[in-house]
């Protein structure tokens, strides 16, 4: 079995590129890295790379841009010479040279709840009959979701209603 990790970062290689990742770990390994207390209250925003020639993927004398809650900025300025050593810790080296702190309210993000998905009596005694040799209750209960979702979505004729 492949793992996603390859072809997930070549896909996001440009638009990383364009807020100035090289990748995503940064972003993915945020709370790793500078803490959940800290991670709780900021989220990488932007890096701004000074003009340099030469090899781009070994960029050097950073500025991360940092989304701050609300009142939390000066807390978080106060951290920052902590953050930029773990940041660069993380690099492998000296990655980052500032951080500036932006005050913004994070986008809130609403959970879309969709409806279970139901199946008619004779689908449903015909899953319930297939998982009934199956032994371990939890794994029956994890496939009869699973089954309940894939057959929820295939067309049915009226008489399986």
């Known amino acids: 079995m492949q793992s996603l990790h390859k072809p997930f970062r070549d896909l996001t290689q440009a638009a ?11 972003l993915s390994q945020w709370a790793a890295i500078v803490g959940e207390d ?3 209250v900021c989220r990488p925003d932007k890096i701004s790379w ?5 090899d781009a993927s070994r960029r050097q004398g950073g500025t991360l841009i940092l989304r701050a809650d609300p009142g939390r900025a000066l ?10 050593e773990r940041i660069n810790a993380f690099y492998g080296y000296a990655a980052i040279a500032a951080i500036k702190l932006r005050e913004a309210p994070r986008p809130v993000r609403t959970a879309r709840t969709k409806p279970a998905p139901t ?3 004779a689908r449903r005694a015909a899953l319930d009959a297939e998982l009934a040799q199956i032994g371990d209750e939890s794994l029956r209960n994890a496939l009869c979701r699973l089954g309940t979702g ?3 979505r295939c067309k049915s004729s009226q008489q399986d209603q």
């Open 119 to 121: 199946l008619g009596t």
């Open 38 to 40: 800290i991670a709780g």
């Open 75 to 84: 807390e978080l300025h106060y951290d920052t010479p902590r953050l930029i």
């Open 50 to 54: 000074p003009r340099q020639p030469g």
């Open 150 to 152: 894939a057959l929820s």
């Open 16 to 26: 990383f590129a364009r807020y100035g990742f090289a990748y995503g770990e940064l």
